[in-house]
């Protein structure tokens, strides 16, 4: 049969076409629904899950959460550690303190090594530093400086009957201007000679000088006479003469060495050496020791200038050398030997309290060179009836405050001035059971 076609469904086709397709439809949408309501619950029971699940671990990962957790456990753990582990008890005790106090004389030698209490001596130690200066020093002295003319002339014999002449060193020469030169020379003269009734006199060329200084002297050529011969009949036969002008002479203001140059530059180089030897002397001188002001030697060994007073110069030399000694000895020596002195001297059963030792000392007599000193001894200490610690410590153990206060009063009685009971931590109120946890200290100030 054939099959219809329709342009325009029947009404009665068409809702049936409808209704098939809205129930499906219908069908599907509600299967959509239903699978989306599915979802959003399921989706919401998770998220509720995930935030329960946030909400109960969120407090132990918060960063404050774990530190103050860490902080209630040290302290808790502190608390017992120090509740159990830590008292202690610290028992101050000042003793009485007396006070002995000794004058002596010892003797410093550098011949002795160890002191010796029984004869009252302690080893001293001799150094020495030499030290030699030498300086320039001005002249202030003011002299006149005039240089001496010099020259030659020649010395003429003619004396008749002929014969030679000798003249001694020291022989004047007088110009004929009235000026005098001298020679330093013994003059022998020759005899003149004759030739027929001619006289060929004997000549000598000799040098000459001024008697004084100045340009005055500084004459031209002249003839001379020897005053020596004045009124014998020599005077006229035996004469002189120059053929070149004298020169040389002058005059001027120079300066000179006195008495009072040496002496100041003797005082100026010997404070001056002195000092540099002391110095010298004191860096050889380790901290370990002591220089007391009288014992050192100070010597000059040698003072001297080359130039004497009343030299003509700008400057002069002086040259000093001075040798510095001391005797020293050691600051422990000195502090044993008082030491063991008190020591000596004390009653049984006191201590001996080296942080109270008062030592003064000085030098009466002192033989630097010979290496012994003379010393004044002004000392003491303080002294104190013996305390055994270990002891009371042992006595203190488990008890109170008022008891701790008894036992000592019962053990020293007097021989303490204060007491002082500390107790650790602050809750704890008697003394632990343990010796090592009771603390027994001495002080003296």
Excluded: C
């Excluded at 510095?324 to 020596?333: E, I, N, P, Q």
């Amino acid at each position: 049969m054939a099959k219809k076609i329709y342009d325009i469904k029947p009404p009665k086709i068409a809702k049936k076409t409808i209704g098939r397709n809205s129930v499906a439809e219908s069908e599907k949408s509600g299967h959509v629904k239903i699978t989306k309501r599915k979802t959003q619950i399921t989706s919401r029971v998770s998220a509720s899950a995930e935030n329960r699940k946030k909400s109960k671990n969120s407090f132990w990962f918060r960063p404050w959460a774990i530190i103050t957790v860490v902080i209630l456990v040290v302290l808790l753990g502190g608390g017992i550690y120090l509740f159990f582990k830590l008292p202690k008890a610290d028992i101050v005790i000042w003793p009485k303190i007396d006070t002995l106090s000794f004058q002596q004389t010892i003797t410093a030698d550098k011949s002795v090594d160890l002191f010796d209490i029984t004869n009252n001596v302690i080893p001293a130690k001799y150094i020495e530093s030499i030290k030699t200066n030498s300086q320039d020093f001005p002249a202030t002295g003011n002299a006149s400086n005039e240089g001496y003319a010099t020259g030659s002339i020649l010395i003429s014999n003619k004396y008749n009957p002929p014969e030679p002449f000798t003249f001694k060193a020291g022989t004047r020469f007088m110009s004929d201007s009235g000026k005098l030169f001298v020679t330093f020379q013994k003059v022998v003269i020759p005899a003149a000679t004759k030739s027929g009734s001619k006289i060929i006199p004997g000549t000598v060329q000799i040098n000459v000088q001024a008697v004084e200084g100045g340009t005055g002297y500084n004459i031209p050529p002249s003839n001379f006479s020897i005053p020596g011969l004045k009124g014998t009949a020599y005077y006229y036969s035996v004469t002189a003469a120059s053929s070149k002008a004298m020169e040389g002479g002058y005059s001027g203001k120079v300066k000179k060495v006195t008495d009072d140059d040496i002496q100041e530059a003797k005082e100026v180089l010997t404070d001056k050496t002195s000092a540099d030897a002391l110095a010298d002397l004191r860096s050889q001188i380790s901290s370990e020791y002591i220089l007391l002001d009288n014992a050192v030697l100070s010597k000059v060994t040698s003072a001297l200038t080359q130039t004497k007073a009343g030299t003509v110069a700008e400057n002069f030399n002086y040259q000093v050398t001075v040798t510095a000694s001391a005797l020293v000895f050691k600051k422990s020596d000195i502090e044993n030997f008082t030491k063991n002195y008190i020591i000596s001297k004390m009653q049984e059963g006191k201590t001996f309290l080296d942080s109270n030792l008062s030592v003064d000392y000085s030098a009466s007599v002192v033989d630097v060179s010979g290496g012994k000193a003379t010393l004044n001894l002004d000392f003491s200490s303080g002294v104190y009836q013996n305390i055994d610690k270990n002891s009371i410590s042992l006595s203190l153990l488990g008890q109170n405050l008022n008891q701790i206060k008894e036992t000592i009063n019962n053990s020293l009685g007097d021989q303490f001035s204060k007491l002082e009971i500390n107790f650790w931590p602050f809750w704890v109120t008697k003394a632990p059971n343990n010796q090592k946890a009771v603390n027994v200290e001495l002080k003296f100030k």
